[in-house]
């Protein structure tokens, strides 16, 4: 029982030191100076159009890696049924970004480097379940490193007069060439079996699900965009900015927490979820007044030029990117004992209550409606995932 407990203090801290060192050099390496050397209105545009690859890497890639931790319970899948379907939905994933986006042929450089970087991402993303699979956390760990690895390397391409895709593509590229020298989940690359079909069904549920999600995360940047300009996008996202690093932090938690919970045989009843969300409630209560305490400081010494005006707003944005973490935290609990559809409606619920609002708010109070239009949204989304868990928690559900 002791050395378990080792094990997974081993791997908790593995996982977060990982996701500090990856964010770690985008937060305080590569965005600070991409705005510094493209101003707020490029920076802005940037933005953007990360907006989508952000969307679809963890929809497609995490719901996949998931989905497969989930199923191998139950089914012997197979390399080739995963990274089939990673393939496809990335297919169908960069379609839709260059439709919005409105990359097209006078701009075929462009348009070809937002869909070589979305493919990538989506497999980088993917391809951390090799070591979740065999729960080796340590080389989980060097993964991250060698994507950070990589956006180092590549930014020096950007300063020294490459497109700023070239910071992205290095990092994504860094990690999976890890992966594909020491691991084996890139073998065998289209032989499927079977379940395939069973793959595209489970995973393409749970892929929009996330993709809901993460629209709603990333959504300040698409209607501000639309709506207000580049220079909200880049205001909103600074003062945003502690906060959704926190998000992604949480994000190591549920790997561990996915990973356990499938490969033993714990059963989720009503005690155990109530504990749970509890500690998940006492630590976003500490993490919001750490946000209070550490946004302004970090945005006056990488965003000086972003400053000035932010103080009213820095509570509202801080509270609605806590509840974005702890929801998500809440949700990957749920996924144990729940069937992806009910996650699903949830989340579509979710999404369509954050446009009703933000189109509503966002005429009448500007970038300040908008926060409070998302943070309502937000503040709903948990409730209704702690009202699924209590109801759900203990009962068996089929695969």
Not at 225 to 246: D, Q
Request: overall charge positive; some cysteine; proline content about 2%.
């Amino acid at each position: 029982m002791m050395e378990a407990k080792r094990k997974i203090l081993s791997n908790t801290i593995c996982t977060i030191a990982g996701a500090l060192v990856l964010n770690g050099v985008l937060q305080l390496l590569i965005y600070p100076g991409l705005n510094r050397n493209m101003g707020i209105e490029g920076y802005g545009s940037i933005l953007y159009v990360m907006a989508f690859v952000n969307i679809l890497g963890p929809s497609i890639g995490q719901s996949l890696n998931n989905s497969r931790l989930v199923l191998r319970r139950s089914l012997p899948v197979s390399n080739g049924d995963y990274n089939t379907v990673v393939l496809l939905f990335s297919a169908l994933g960069i379609g839709a970004t260059l439709l919005i986006t409105g990359v097209s042929l006078p701009q075929a450089g462009a348009a070809l480097l937002t869909g070589l970087l979305i493919l990538l991402t989506n497999f980088r993303y993917y391809g951390d379940v090799e070591y979740r699979l065999s729960l080796n956390y340590q080389r989980f760990l060097v993964y991250d490193c060698c994507c950070a690895a990589g956006y180092g390397i590549g930014y020096l391409l950007f300063r020294a007069g490459g497109s700023w895709y070239l910071i992205f593509l290095a990092g994504e590229a860094a990690a999976l060439l890890y992966v594909g020298i020491t691991g084996t989940i890139f073998r065998n690359f289209f032989k499927r079996t079977e379940h395939f079909g069973t793959v595209v069904s489970r995973g393409g549920t749970l892929a929009v699900s996330y993709l809901i999600t993460n629209l709603t995360l990333n959504m300040d940047r698409i209607f501000l965009k639309h709506t207000l300009g580049n220079t909200a996008v880049s205001r909103y996202y600074v003062l945003s900015l502690i906060g959704k690093t926190l998000v992604l932090f949480v994000a190591p938690v549920n790997t561990i927490l996915i990973s356990y919970l499938t490969k033993g045989k714990i059963r989720m009843d009503k005690r155990r979820f109530l504990l749970a969300s509890g500690a998940g409630f006492l630590v976003s209560i500490v993490f919001f007044f750490f946000c209070q305490i550490a946004s302004p400081i970090f945005i006056r010494l990488f965003y000086p030029d972003l400053a000035k005006g932010m103080g009213g707003l820095l509570w509202i944005v801080n509270l609605t990117q806590i509840l974005a973490m702890l929801s998500a935290y809440l949700f990957i609990i749920v996924l144990t004992f729940t069937g992806e559809r009910w996650q699903l409606g949830l989340q579509g619920a979710h999404l369509v209550l954050l446009l009703v609002l933000i189109v509503a708010l966002t005429p009448i109070g500007g970038l300040k409606g908008f926060s409070i239009g998302v943070l309502l949204a937000n503040a709903a989304r948990v409730l209704a995932v702690l009202l699924l868990g209590v109801v759900s928690s203990g009962k068996t559900r089929k695969v």
